[in-house]
C-alpha cells in the first residue's frame, strides 16, 4: 500500500474524486430523501475517501469507488437510526431465487423505455419508493451508467443478484408508471400487438 506524501493526495483528491461530487450527491439524496442528509453523506465520503486513499489506485474507477464508500456510509447512518439491520433480502422474501440465467431475459433498457418519454416527477417519485436495495440498482444502472460488474462490487452482491434485482425493480417502475404513461397517451406496445393478432 503506497504512502502518499500530502500535496500527491490533495492533487489526487482534487483531479479524481471531486468531479464526482455531483454525482454523488444525486445517490445520496435519492437514498436519504434530504438534501441535508444528502450533503452529510457526501461530506462523510470524502472524508472517508480522503483518509483511505493510499489505498486508492490513481487512475482506476474513482465514482465506483466513491459510491461504495456512500453506499457504506449510508447504511452505517441507517442502522444507527432505526437501531437494526438494514440489509434486507427482497428476494427471499417473496420467495424469488437468484439464477445465473437471468442473462437470458431480454432487459429493456430503463432510459429507453421510460426515461426518453416520462420526464417528470412522478418517474421520481416512483423511483424513491422502491425498496431501498431495487432502487440503489436502478440509479447506479440507469441513472449513472454502471456495468453489471461495477454495481456488483460497489453493493457487494453477485453480478446475478444485481441482474434479478434490476429486472424486478424495472418491472416494479413500469407497472408504477403504467398509468401515468396511459394519461399521457402512450399504449402498451405488447397489448397492442396482442389485440392486432386477435384482429387477425
Excluded at 76 to 92: G, H, I, L, M, W
Excluded at 136 to 147: N, Q
Aim: glycine letters at 4%; one cysteine or more.
Amino acid at each position: 500500500m503506497p504512502n502518499r506524501s500530502g500535496s500527491n493526495k490533495d492533487e489526487i483528491f482534487e483531479n479524481e474524486l471531486l468531479p464526482n461530487i455531483d454525482s454523488l450527491h444525486t445517490f445520496a439524496y435519492h437514498l436519504a430523501f434530504n438534501d441535508d442528509d444528502a450533503k452529510d453523506l457526501v461530506q462523510e465520503t470524502f472524508l472517508k475517501a480522503y483518509k483511505a486513499l493510499d489505498s486508492y489506485e490513481p487512475g482506476t474507477n474513482a465514482k465506483a469507488w466513491l459510491f461504495k464508500i456512500l453506499k457504506n456510509a449510508y447504511i452505517n447512518q441507517y442502522r444507527k437510526r432505526a437501531r437494526r439491520p438494514t440489509k434486507v433480502d427482497y428476494e427471499d422474501y417473496i420467495g424469488y431465487q437468484d439464477r445465473e440465467d437471468q442473462a437470458s431475459i431480454d432487459f429493456m433498457d430503463l432510459r429507453e423505455e421510460i426515461f426518453d418519454n416520462l420526464i417528470g416527477d412522478e418517474v421520481t417519485s416512483a423511483v424513491n419508493s422502491l425498496p431501498v436495495d431495487f432502487r440503489a440498482v436502478i440509479l447506479l444502472c440507469d441513472i449513472e451508467g454502471f456495468t453489471y460488474e461495477e454495481i456488483s462490487k460497489i453493493i457487494d452482491v453477485p453480478i446475478g443478484t444485481v441482474r434479478s434485482r434490476l429486472h424486478r425493480a424495472r418491472n416494479m417502475l413500469k407497472e408504477k408508471l403504467s398509468n401515468y404513461a396511459k394519461s399521457l397517451g402512450y399504449k402498451d406496445k405488447r397489448r397492442i400487438s396482442g389485440d392486432k393478432k386477435e384482429e387477425e
